[in-house]
Nanobody, 127 residues
Framework: QVQLVESGGGLVQAGGSLRLSCVVSGRTITTYSAGWFRQVPGMEREFLAAIRWSTRNTYYADSVKGRFTISRENGKNTVYLQMNSLKSEDTAVYYC????????????????????WGKGTLVTVSS
């Protein structure tokens, strides 16, 4: 089993920045990629960013290119999402997820292909 715990959500003013963390525990040696998604009421879950576990290659949705950065700290099983120039439209519950290569993987990832999910962290951007 793999467990993911997000943190770093909270209230931030529009134009500000916030950094989310996702601690991945358990067996991570077969992790193919990790990603960040978000969901707001009445809308489908939206893909934001993904990173290959070993190579650290990244992929971003057009909506966050130039504003958000996904990374994995060297030697740590922690994935980050640095969010800059935040807008009120960014208000959502943010989730991290991992795709295990042993179950089959796709790049760029899709939400239905992710194998483990965190419980989410709420980000509220005030205008």
């Amino acid at each position: 089993q793999v467990q993911l715990v997000e943190s770093g959500g909270g209230l931030v003013q529009a134009g500000g920045s916030l950094r989310l963390s996702c601690v991945v525990s358990g067996r991570t040696i077969t992790t193919y990629s990790a990603g960040w998604f978000r969901q707001v009421p009445g809308m489908e879950r939206e893909f934001l960013a993904a990173i290959r576990w070993s190579t650290r290659n990244t992929y971003y949705a057009d909506s966050v290119k130039g504003r958000f950065t996904i990374s994995r700290e060297n030697g740590k099983n922690t994935v980050y999402l640095q969010m800059n120039s935040l807008k009120s439209e960014d208000t959502a519950v943010y989730y991290c997820a991992v795709d295990m290569m042993t179950y089959g993987s796709k790049w760029p990832p899709v939400d239905s292909g992710m194998d483990y999910w965190g419980k989410g962290t709420l980000v509220t951007v005030s205008s």
